[in-house]
């Protein structure tokens, strides 16, 4: 009885760390550059000796997220950039260290330093990127920042930086407790610029989270988690029941 109990609790703990992973997905369906996360779990066989498994627990596996590119958003907005394909934006993280994103809402704060939509600098080829007072700003595809200073006439546009653009392996990133993108312990480091990689100007990409399908999730594991409390419950009944045969006739 206790091998099923613990079998069931086991299945129901994962539904639920299942179920916070797909609705985290659902929560930001529309945010900027969000990636969704995968929830995978599979059966472990516990082994007693030799021989067959003598029962199977759940496992959670390594977390994941789908780095697949989401719809391009149209703005209209010189500062707003969307990579093309597979790459990052480098952005100095709050702890200082370097972190990336596809969040390419920019704007310039009051001091001039070039920020994402929640504030965190842009990283350039010198550290955090800092725009002079300006008429128009103008970013290129290889990331370039080209601005044309105050009082000066259109024909005299000067470039201030180059946005960081990174394209690391998948297997060698994952994603932080902060919402960045971050190397892998074992991966420590910066990345060198990837001139490769591109971006377009007057666009935003959108979240790559596929609603219907996270929602499905949602209620599919809904059913699974009713289902392993309720092998607990009648886990429960049957042992009461054994109990009870048990007992001494008096």
Known sequence: MDKALYIAMSGAKHNM???????????????????????????MPIYFGEGHPTRAYALEEIPATDFRQGPLVETGRD????????????????????AYTRAGSLFIDALGM???????????????????????????????????????GVDAPVQVDRIKLVNPPTDTIQRGIDGLIHLLDDAQGELPADGNVRIISGFVEGSNVNAVNELTSVMSLARQYEMQVKIMQTVKEDSEASARLLQPAS
């Open 17 to 43: 760390r299942a179920q916070t992973v797909h609705a985290n997905n659902l929560a930001n369906v529309n945010t900027t550059g969000f990636k969704a996360d995968f929830a995978r779990a599979r059966s």
């Open 79 to 98: 500062l707003d950039v969307a990579v093309e394909g597979d790459g990052f934006i480098a952005v100095q993280s709050p702890d200082g260290s370097e």
């Open 114 to 152: 070039l920020r994402t939509g929640n504030g965190l600098p842009v990283l350039g080829n010198g550290g955090p990127i800092a725009i002079p007072a300006a008429e128009k700003v103008e970013i290129s595809g290889d990331g370039s920042i080209t601005v044309i200073a105050l009082g000066q």
